[in-house]
């Protein structure tokens, strides 16, 4: 013990004093934590990942409703082109095809061949509207067959 003690009466000097001690205690506690928690996320780094999480999450929602659209058109596209189909093999006018009732072939082929039933048939047709005048008609059937051309005298 060589050393004399030295009354510190400065708030400098206790400084001076124990400054190697506090560097010390600091070194050893940082170590000791960064050891700690090796591995794990900071708060900075886990609210940028939660971020990038919530705009990633956002992006999927967006494109499954995209699918999902997509899908039903789809949908409503191949069971408008089966009606198509159909309508041809039954011999029904196209213009019918959308009228036709089911969900898979089998049922739009039952619903078309019923309505082919009621169709009108190629040799039935209406009658064309006359173009020649209505001699000997009155002023009155004359006006008549005006307001309903497809009637004939």
């Known amino acids: 013990m060589s050393e ?37 996320i900071s708060p900075e780094e886990l609210k940028k990942s939660t971020d990038q999480i919530d705009a990633l999450s956002k992006e999927i929602e967006a494109k499954k409703a995209t699918i ?19 309508a041809r093999e039954v011999g029904l006018p196209i213009e019918l095809a959308d009228r036709l009732n089911g969900s898979n072939e089998e049922e739009l082929k039952k619903d078309a061949e019923t309505l082919a039933q009621f169709a ?9 509207k006359s173009t020649e005048s209505r001699a000997g008609l009155t002023g009155v059937e004359e006006e008549f067959y005006k307001r309903n051309p497809d009637l004939r005298p």
């Open 120 to 128: 009108a048939k190629p040799g039935h047709q209406p009658r064309p």
């Open 68 to 86: 999902a659209d997509l899908t039903a058109k789809n949908a409503a596209y191949e069971i408008s082109s089966v009606k198509l189909k159909v």
């Open 4 to 40: 004399e003690f030295k009354v510190i009466e400065t708030q400098e000097a206790f400084d001076a004093a124990i400054k190697a001690r506090l560097e010390r205690n600091t070194r050893s506690v940082t170590e000791e934590v960064t050891k700690k928690y090796e591995g794990w």
